[in-house]
Structures are given as C-alpha cells and as structure tokens.
C-alpha cells in the first residue's frame, strides 16, 4: 500500500464511482438522511436503559486518573444536544470533570519528576516557564528554551500517574459488566486487552519520541501539515521534550471563515483517515487538543502517545468492507463479516442490516456528495456504532468487533466528531476515493500532498 496509482484499478474505480453514485443511492435510498440518522439516534438516547448506563459508566470513571481524562477528551467532542433535554445539564457537568481532571499539581513537584529524568533544569534549559501551557491527560506542557537558544515544549508526567493509570487498566474488568448489556462486543476480553495495551503505551515516552520524531520527518518540508519534532537527548520514560509551536488553538480555528474551516477539514481527514489507509499507521488520538493552527498557516499536529500501526491485512479487509457498502453489495459486506466471525450466521442480521449499520456509522466516506459534518450529526454516527439498539439494528448489538480494529474505528468516529466540531463541508468521498480505489487526488490539497509523498 505505496500509494501508487495502478491504472488497471483506476479504471475499475472509475466505473464502481458510477455503481456508487448512482444505483446505491436509487436502489438502497442511502441519501445524507441515512449518515448518522440523527433521529433514530435521539430516540436511542431517549431511552431510559441507555441514559443510566451512560450515567453510570460517567460516574464510574469520575474515580479514574489519567483514563478517565483522556475518556472525557474523547467525549467532549460529542453533541449532548441529542440526549433529552431533562438530562444534558448532568452530562454536561460530569463530562466537564473528567475533561477537567487534571491534578493540580505545584511546580514543585513536577520539577523534581522532571530533574529526577534529565538533571538540574539549568544544566539542559537556559529558561523555564513555570506556568504550564497545556495539561494532557497524564501530565502537563512547559514551555523552555534550550541551550542553543530552540524553544521547546516540555511534557512531564503527573507524579504517580504510571501507578494510578495501571490500576485503571485493572478496571476495564468491571467496566466489561457494564457494557455487556450495550454492546457485548465490548466486554471480549480480546478487545479489552487491546485497549489496555494501546493506552498503556501512552506512558511510554521514549517510544513515543521515536514515534514522533519518525512523523516528524515524514512531514518536514509538506506544504500544509506540521509535525514538532522529539528533541531525543532530553526525552526520558518520565519527560517528553519536542520543538514547539507556537499555534492558535483549535477553538480560534472554529471562529475562521467557512472556506478556511473547510481547507482544514480536509487536512484533519487526510492526517488521522488517509494515513491510515495508504501506510497501515496513525495518530489514534484525533482530540481538537492536539490540533493547532501555526503561524505560517500550516496545521501543527501533537500528541503521539496513542500511535498505531495495523497489519496490512486488517487495513485491507476495512478497505474491502467499505467499498462494499459504497458500491450497494450487501450481500458481499456480510459475507465478509460472517467468514471474520463479527457477525454470528445464527443471530438473524441480514446483509441489508449490516449495509445500513455501516452507512449510518461510515457513510461520510462513501456518499459522493458535498456534506457539511455537523456535531449532531457526529454524535449520531457515534451512537449508532457503539450503541446500535435501534429496532433496524438490533441485531447488530452481537457483533464481534475484532481487537485489531478497535483503534481504527475510533480513529475514524473521533474524527469525524472533531470534523462536526469545525463544521467543515466537504465531498469526503472524493478525498476517500484515494485510498478506496488508489484514484489520484482532485484536490488541489491532495495534489501537492502527494508531490511531497
């Protein structure tokens, strides 16, 4: 997966485009209604079944440390305009804690986990803000200035947070119980250890400054995509130091112009989806936190704790699965699903069930049509794959979702959500097309991407 363009596959995409702008949309009446069903998604959250499971798992994680942030982070990228009014202002408020959690921890303290790695501050630092400029959900940021006059940003971990980020990991047991009633999927202990292992490599920072400074160097030099770079001598398993940039955040970006959030748009589809697709890895942490606007207009991206790489086989069994839902192949789509064993030939889903549940969840990749990604219709996408209790998918509440694709999905749902937070409008098709069927790009964007590539 070079990302290559072969023209035998070419041609073939050309005519799947017609079979999917066309007969799907006449004979499966998958219009931009069907992306999300944002009503059916209220009605979902309506129920009283949901709304105390959702309180309670909330409420659960409110006892957690740097999981339970990073949870809230995910969350606050949703719409709890969907949930019934009588209950937004109690989501609102727990999610704001563990969006919130970060400890309050004195500058006192995060020095010495910071001197305890690298030595006194003046022997590597000429300077040192001692006011932290962001907080992450296992630590915070510092910006410094380096002996060579570079300034940089400094990541220190939260005193402790190794211990109390372990024994939420020991948790995810307990929370297997209360998902099994939502999403049995949920509870495997397959999918559970692969959560477990991914967000326990957010406590690794070598690794993490060998992953970035790697990214780093694949972007050096894009016209439109930023990645700081790991300053490897002064990172250490409790210290991350990286270039800094000096950015406006993502809530500045969400005030600019329509055309501006859009030319973003495509730039955050293209970092978090397309990577993924034509190099088997990506940034699993697709947050509006780590997206930042830089001086020069190029869009800085950060936060590689959540790094991850895919057997090629998996991505191309995502890749099959989509292509056939975009090209009205039900029947194909469950074929595929029922040979991997996520859907049980014995539980009464029908291949026309599955089509819809994936058009509900991922249709913004596959309907050629300009959309503009609204926070309820994000949401929604997110209700319908984590939740799918609708009477259409009931069925679907079985599904087995294999471990190896949990991080991709939420890589895809998070994006998408943090799309519906810019409102961004765009054929999400055409850029997709790159990776579904290796078309060249028709963006001008896409273009001089891959003259970079």
Not at 262 to 279: A, K, M, Q, S, V
Not at 432 to 438: F, H, I, N, S
């Given at each position: 997966?070079?990302?290559?363009?072969r023209?035998?596959?070419?041609?073939?995409?050309?005519?799947?485009?017609?079979?999917?702008?066309?007969?799907?949309?006449?004979?499966?009446?998958?219009?931009?209604?069907m992306?999300?069903?944002?009503?059916?998604?209220?009605?979902?959250?309506?129920?009283?079944?949901?709304?105390?499971?959702?309180?309670?798992?909330?409420?659960?994680?409110?006892?957690m440390?740097?999981?339970?942030?990073?949870?809230?982070?995910?969350?606050?990228?949703?719409?709890v305009?969907?949930i019934?009014?009588?209950?937004?202002?109690?989501?609102?408020?727990?999610?704001?804690?563990?969006?919130?959690?970060?400890?309050?921890?004195?500058?006192?303290?995060?020095?010495?986990?910071?001197?305890?790695?690298?030595?006194?501050?003046?022997?590597?630092?000429?300077?040192?803000?001692?006011?932290?400029?962001?907080?992450?959900?296992?630590?915070?940021?510092?910006?410094?200035?380096?002996?060579?006059?570079?300034?940089?940003?400094?990541?220190?971990?939260?005193?402790?947070?190794?211990?109390?980020?372990?024994?939420?990991?020991?948790?995810l047991?307990?929370?297997?119980?209360?998902?099994?009633s939502?999403?049995?999927?949920?509870?495997?202990?397959?999918?559970?250890?692969?959560?477990?292992?991914?967000?326990?490599?957010?406590?690794?920072y070598v690794?993490?400054?060998?992953?970035?400074?790697?990214?780093?160097?694949?972007?050096?030099?894009?016209?439109?995509?930023?990645?700081?770079?790991s300053?490897?001598?002064?990172?250490?398993?409790?210290?991350?130091?990286t270039?800094?940039?000096?950015?406006s955040?993502?809530?500045?970006?969400r005030?600019?112009?329509?055309?501006?959030?859009?030319?973003?748009?495509?730039?955050?589809?293209?970092?978090?989806?397309?990577?993924?697709?034509?190099?088997?890895?990506?940034?699993?942490?697709?947050?509006?936190?780590?997206?930042?606007?830089?001086?020069?207009?190029?869009?800085?991206f950060?936060?590689?704790g959540?790094?991850?790489?895919?057997?090629?086989?998996?991505?191309?069994?995502?890749?099959?699965?989509?292509?056939?839902?975009?090209?009205?192949?039900?029947?194909?789509?469950?074929?595929?699903?029922?040979?991997?064993?996520?859907?049980?030939p014995?539980?009464?889903?029908?291949?026309?069930?599955?089509?819809?549940y994936?058009?509900?969840a991922?249709?913004?990749?596959?309907?050629d049509?300009e959309?503009?990604?609204t926070p309820?219709?994000?949401?929604?996408?997110?209700?319908?794959?984590?939740d799918?209790?609708?009477?259409?998918?009931?069925?679907?509440?079985?599904?087995l979702?294999p471990?190896?694709h949990?991080?991709?999905?939420?890589?895809d749902?998070?994006?998408?959500?943090?799309?519906?937070?810019?409102g961004?409008?765009g054929?999400?098709?055409?850029i997709?097309?790159?990776?579904?069927?290796?078309e060249?790009?028709?963006t001008?964007i896409?273009?001089?991407?891959r003259?970079?590539a």
């Open positions: 997966m070079t990302g290559r363009v023209g035998g596959r070419v041609a073939r995409g050309g005519r799947l485009g017609k079979l999917a702008a066309g007969q799907a949309l006449r004979g499966a009446g998958t219009r931009v209604q992306i999300g069903r944002t009503e059916e998604a209220r009605r979902i959250l309506a129920e009283r079944s949901t709304l105390q499971a959702a309180q309670q798992l909330v409420t659960v994680l409110g006892g440390k740097g999981a339970a942030m990073k949870l809230g982070q995910m969350l606050s990228v949703l719409e305009d969907l019934p009014e009588a209950h937004r202002e109690m989501f609102r408020a727990k999610l704001a804690e563990l969006r919130d959690r970060a400890p309050a921890v004195d500058f006192a303290a995060m020095r010495t986990v910071i001197e305890d790695d690298l030595g006194p501050l003046s022997r590597v630092f000429a300077d040192f803000d001692e006011t932290p400029v962001a907080a992450a959900s296992i630590g915070q940021v510092y910006r410094a200035t380096l002996h060579d006059g570079r300034t940089v940003a400094v990541k220190a971990k939260y005193p402790g947070v190794d211990d109390a980020v372990a024994a939420d990991m020991r948790n047991e307990f929370f297997s119980r209360l998902w099994k939502a999403l049995p999927s949920a509870a495997d202990g397959g999918v559970l250890d692969e959560i477990a292992r991914n967000i326990g490599t957010e406590l690794d690794r993490e400054a060998r992953t970035q400074h790697r990214a780093a160097a694949r972007f050096r030099g894009h016209p439109y995509i930023v990645v700081p770079d300053i490897e001598e002064f990172c250490a398993p409790h210290v991350l130091v270039e800094f940039i000096d950015g955040p993502f809530e500045h970006i005030t600019l112009p329509a055309a501006d959030r859009d030319r973003i748009g495509e730039l955050i589809y293209r970092f978090y989806i397309t990577g993924l697709f034509t190099d088997a890895e990506f940034c699993g942490d697709p947050h509006p936190g780590n997206m930042l606007l830089a001086a020069d207009g190029r869009i800085g950060v936060d590689f959540l790094y991850h790489r895919m057997d090629p086989r998996h991505v191309e069994f995502e890749r099959t699965a989509l292509r056939a839902a975009a090209e009205n192949r039900p029947r194909d789509l469950y074929d595929l699903w029922t040979d991997r064993g996520i859907i049980d014995a539980a009464g889903v029908t291949p026309q069930e599955c089509f819809e994936v058009w509900a991922a249709g913004w990749h596959l309907l049509e959309i503009t990604i309820e219709l994000a949401t929604a996408a997110v209700v319908h794959a984590v799918p209790r609708s009477t259409d998918f009931r069925g679907m509440r079985r599904q979702l471990p190896e949990v991080f991709s999905r939420r890589a749902l998070l994006t998408f959500a943090a799309l519906g937070q810019l961004a409008t054929n999400w098709h055409r997709a097309r790159e990776w579904l069927y290796d060249p790009p028709v001008e896409g273009r001089r991407s003259l970079h």
